[in-house]
């Protein structure tokens, strides 16, 4: 069964830090992970992607791996800023671009 | 910038209403997208459309039906609203090409409460 885990659910972190989310995936035949955050009240903004030959994506503090042996990405958030706290939503497209997995998110928190 | 809204960001209705929540893109884009949203689930894809007056089922279309008469417009119908369909919908959109071009531009939702 095609699926995407996200984990943790919930983190609450101190605005400076640094905080890694992650996503473990059975989806087959994968075609690329997709990364998006959703602040509350709006609709998820992509952050990064990544195909089967990547295994790194920076973008600004926001840089997400994989490692497609192991099915597993992460998002790696640097310096953290209040702007952060937001739902964090890892997306797993099968080959031909149509289909798509979503996990369940993160949500974080970034406290003063 | 891409553009995507939808008709309202809050709806309540009642138990056996006929509920239409309109989305609009204005990106000329081929696919178009509904999910629900609930906590702990993550997005299901309810239906999508792929061109006008075209339309798929996603994972969970019972209860739900759409309409698609311009390339902009998609449209999500509740025939009969139910409590069980309470939830955030999301539209989205992106254009028909390849695998990795497939980023889905989002609106900002609609929370639908039934009562």
């Known amino acids: 069964k095609n699926q995407v885990e996200q984990s943790p659910q919930s983190l609450i972190i101190l605005e400076g830090k640094n905080c890694t989310l992650q996503c473990n995936y059975t989806v087959s035949p994968f075609s690329n992970l997709r990364w998006y955050k959703q602040d509350t009240g709006r609709g998820p903004v992509s952050l990064t992607i990544?195909?089967?030959?990547?295994n790194t994506k920076s973008n600004g503090r926001y840089t997400a791996t994989l490692d497609a042996d192991t099915k597993q990405s992460s998002l790696h958030i640097t310096a953290s800023q209040l702007s952060d706290s937001a739902s964090y939503i890892c997306v797993v497209t099968l080959t031909g671009g149509f289909k798509t997995i979503f996990g369940a998110g993160t949500r974080l928190f970034v406290k003063a | 910038d891409v553009k995507v809204t939808q008709s309202s960001r809050y709806l309540v209705k009642r138990t056996g209403e006929k509920v239409f929540l309109e989305c609009v893109q204005d990106m000329d884009h081929e696919n178009m997208f509904w999910y629900r949203q609930d906590p702990g689930l993550g997005l299901r894809l309810i239906y999508f459309?792929?061109?006008?007056?075209?339309?798929e089922k996603g994972d969970i279309p019972e209860g739900y039906s759409v309409s698609r008469e311009k390339k902009e417009r998609f449209s999500l119908i509740l025939e009969s609203a139910s409590t069980n369909q309470t939830s955030m919908y999301l539209c989205a959109s992106n254009f028909r090409v390849g695998p990795t071009n497939n980023e889905q531009f989002f609106g900002p939702g609609t929370r639908l409460t039934v009562l």
């Open positions: 459309s792929y061109d006008v007056k075209m339309k």
């Open positions: 990544m195909t089967f030959s990547e």
